[in-house]
């Protein structure tokens, strides 16, 4: 009946040593990931990526089977982003259904301890790993991400965030002793002993609200989390990107399941476009304890206000910056930062929008380079690295919704262009969204309305300020109070380095220096950079840390009397 | 500039020792105190005691210096409980001004890094240690607990409470690396290589909401977690118990001028009675950006509702509960239980409140005695406790405040009366406020609306229920819903122990087994003991745990690149 980390678990045992390594690898935050991120055959398996494919393609069109309280009807409305409906439907099931269900296997899976949901959740990670094509080709039609960053993000990269939660889970599990003996000296009296024995308690019934961008890596370190702290789990999807988290969900039932424990620990809901309603009903709950989620900042700040009866972790909007103050090479610059503007149309939640240059230039190598030489640059390098539309289209992906569309041309009336949204023609899908990014000219003197704003997408903005003091103070305000995920500085003078760390500290937004070869400032390595900072409105908490885990689960104690160990002096 | 756990400090070092005890006490969670809790001249001094009421004598009917910013004016209206004015005038300070001055001394703080928050957090606890006996007698005379009560629980107990905070916070912020070298392997070109630098950042400035029962006890956990994270605190007094709080911020401030760090760090904010809207107000404060209150449950709750811009931690009301199921020998568990209610007149947060009888009677080893005799049992301890008022008083105390005199004649009409509260005559002080416990009967039948109240102060009730059955299901849900910072079960069956656990672990509430000796359900003992669990409404933290602490600060990374360490394949 009680419960403590030093009862053992087949599949903890069996996942030990790549727990270890994790655990090692959140102390030290150099490079680590178990899961290869090159979707290749010799890793995968020679079939892998055509049987994933086929996997995916056998989903389209049918109903998902899921054996989870239903009311026999369906429902699910996803579209590919590259031009097609999925015409997957879901069983549609009812939210009180799910909270029931969800209490009745609770209290087994409370019981069966620690290394029971750590192994378990490992056990998951693991045969969600052999699934990682079938997932990132999900991932790719629901999100519009281009396949090679739908396999890595959508597999790997949300696999190594996972297994990073469930280390820091681990991490603060372990350090609760089952047993105490507590003997207290009376002096020349017996000594006071107690035995004390400590009850590991998950919070109840959890929910992890999805979002249409990045469904499983955003989703995950929220499941797996709760997870491996003993909690149940409702995974609700965005109706825009349901199926890799019904994928998901279908191998944490079968582990489950197969591990004896009642699959209605995690539950799909899914459902159809404009569920907010629902969401916010189901949000406030008292059975829901805890809620991961991932999205708009009005639906994040709604529930970090309304949701009181849980834990609310929320990562929402941002407006990510770069100080340009020098460099040695202007066009290495260029194309680092063109390709952060590219990468997935800008739909990252880490992409880049306000680039802030002096208007009197820049120092480089070769001399001042003048403001307008600078926007023609990065201007230059987007619209170069997105000249060849079939190789443009495996970088920008698809944009995942008509609202991001609809941005696009609200931009475009806000300033100078600098480079224009264009569509391009998918090779492989014809009815594809595809945009390459826009690039306009702003004032910081007199369009600060406009760049406080994110503008979620393919939109950035090259902001004329009055120095490279003026652009770091810009860039530390607007991260403390609009929020940001991420910023970056040029600089080829150590001063001006040390300001933007400051101006990161003001803003609580992790800083990039320098950013010129092979990693982008959208990048987030698990295990080695913290995702979000918790300091600043983007996001309340960072993926992952203590904080993250550590009010997952409470300690419930008891004491009683035995005999002193101590013989009275 | 930057900030990590690597850069050293020489109050660390002084103090490593015992922060290296606390750590592994709270690993082990055996019985370790560095603070000794006996008043005994051997360990404070042989004129320990009379300097530390001389001490105490010399604040009355002065002003209090202070010299931090202060409009000119003063503020302060203390009573003793023990029933003359203490007379004591602070420095008002206006809101503005505190958060002004933290905001001032923030940035050289945060600079000086974890080693210096822990080693100066320290040093403090130390100096206060020293005052153990002048904080007593402050502690005594306005929260109207008896000296050696005060002493202890006011003194080193407390400063136990402040040291385990101290040692979770360590705890956490050793394990962020200052430094770290990502290296990613690819494949046959050179790898990616970064040098990270993680920055600890503390959320800003802090508020620390005092009661007026354990100003101390309950106020030092979040000031010391605060300052240990590197955070600056507003520490704001109970205004009945203001100077246990003065005489700590004061010591603060040396300790830290000492130091070479603005004062400021740590400023005081005495206020007159009804101080309800300045507090409000403060609380929303943008900078305000930790709270940490224990008081009513209509504060505390309004506080985690409005005050949406901080990390509020809070202590509020709750039902404690005793479920009597059997005994090997009643008369010790009357005794055991009677001085639980007579201890600091019941005005604490953890005395028992509702003490559950099967209307059957209950099996002791002399055979079935039945609920009135029980409840006889127990009232008749009760006032044996309290026959003799001169050695009563030094376990009652004094009353703190009107209000609980009030809610005692409320009360008496509740049902009938096992025990009547009486007022006693202090022998040292004729004005004091003393009053015995009343004990009251009620029935699980008809009365549940008043006993999943809490009456706070001298008041519990018999309460008979149909079975052991019905009492387990009373304490887990009245816990669960209406909150409960103890539970107390005696029973000589195993199952029904078992059924306690179960009860305790659905109520989030910690439980006591078979307490008949010198262990009391009230007692909670830091480094072993957790105080409250943050699972059920009567506190949404633990004292102490990781999520105590983890979230006080938040790592804020810089990453830039550097030459590969490996050789490409």
Redesign the interface.
């Known amino acids: ?2 419960t403590s980390p030093a009862m053992t678990h087949p599949l903890f045992t069996k996942h030990e040593d790549t727990l270890q390594k994790a655990l090692t690898a959140i ?5 680590w990931s178990p899961f290869p991120e090159m979707p290749s055959p010799k890793v995968y398996g020679e079939t892998a990526n055509a049987d994933g494919e086929a996997a995916f393609k056998a989903h389209l069109n049918k109903t998902f089977e899921l054996d989870q309280p239903s009311t026999g009807e369906t429902v699910g409305a996803e579209q590919s982003p590259f031009g097609f409906p999925l015409g997957i439907r879901y069983p549609k099931s009812e939210p009180d259904a799910l909270i029931a269900a969800a209490a009745q296997a609770q209290r087994k899976w409370r019981e069966a301890g620690p290394k029971a949901w750590i192994g378990v959740s490992l056990e998951i990670l693991t045969r969600i790993n052999r699934l990682s094509f079938e997932i990132g080709y999900s991932v790719m039609h629901t999100t519009g991400q281009a396949f090679m960053m739908a396999f890595q993000a959508g597999g790997p990269h949300a696999q190594d965030r996972a297994l990073e939660a469930i280390a820091y889970a681990w ?2 599990l372990r ?1 609760i ?1 089952a047993d ?7 002096g020349k009296n017996p000594p ?1 002993a ?1 035995q ?1 024995h ?2 590991i ?1 998950p ?1 109840g019934t959890a929910l992890v609200l999805g979002c249409c961008t990045f469904p499983t890596w955003n989703g995950y370190p929220g499941l797996f989390a709760d997870l491996a702290t003993g909690n149940t789990v409702i995974v609700k999807p965005h109706p825009g990107a349901i199926l890799p988290l019904a994928i998901t969900v279908r191998i944490a039932r079968d582990v489950l399941r197969e591990a004896g424990f009642d699959p209605n620990v995690v539950t799909l809901l899914a459902t159809n476009p404009n569920d907010g309603e629902l969401v916010q009903n189901l949000a406030r709950r008292p059975e829901i304890k805890l809620i991961d989620f991932t999205g708009s900042t009005q639906n994040g700040t709604w529930l ?2 309304n949701a ?1 009866q849980a834990q609310v972790f929320t990562e929402k909007a941002g407006v990510n910056q770069i100080v340009i103050d020098s460099a040695d090479d202007l066009k290495s610059v260029a194309r680092n930062i063109a390709f952060s503007l590219a990468l997935y149309s800008g739909q990252m939640c880490t992409a880049p929008q306000n680039i802030y240059v002096p208007r009197d230039g820049i120092r480089t190598a070769e001399g001042t380079v003048s403001f307008d030489a600078v926007a023609e640059a990065i201007a230059g390098a987007v619209q170069k690295l997105c000249s060849d539309a079939a190789r443009a289209v495996e970088l920008l992906g698809a944009i995942q919704n008509e609202s991001v569309i609809q941005r696009l041309d609200e931009a475009r009336k806000l300033g100078r262009v600098l480079a224009d949204s264009q569509s391009l023609e998918h090779p492989a899908f014809a009815d594809a969204r595809v945009r390459t990014p826009l690039v306009l000219q702003l004032d910081a003197a007199k369009d600060e309305a406009q760049f406080t704003r994110e503008w979620f997408g393919p939109i950035s903005f090259v902001i004329a300020t009055d120095s490279t003091d003026q652009s770091l103070d810009l860039a530390g305000r607007i991260a403390a109070e609009h929020g940001a995920l991420t910023l970056a500085v040029y600089s080829t003078d150590d001063k001006v380095i ?1 300001a933007a ?2 101006a ?2 003001r803003g ?12 982008f400032v959208n990048q987030s ?1 698990a295990f ?3 995702h979000g ?3 600043n409105p983007a996001a309340n908490a ?1 993926l992952a ?3 993250f885990v ?2 997952r689960f ?8 035995v005999e002193p160990k101590a013989v009275p002096a």
Chains 1, 2 share one sequence.
Request: glycine letters at 8%.
């Open positions: 009946m009680s102390e030290t935050r150099g490079y991490d603060q350090r002793p105490a003996h507590w003997e207290k000296p009376q006071l107690m004390k400590f009850n308690v919070r970090e206000r009181h040390e760390e400051e990161s500290i609580g937004v992790a800083l990039s220096i320098n950013l010129t070869g092979g990693v390595a080695s950079d913290f900072t918790g300091a960072a840390d203590a904080a550590a009010n409470r300690v419930v104690q008891s004491r009683v009397h």
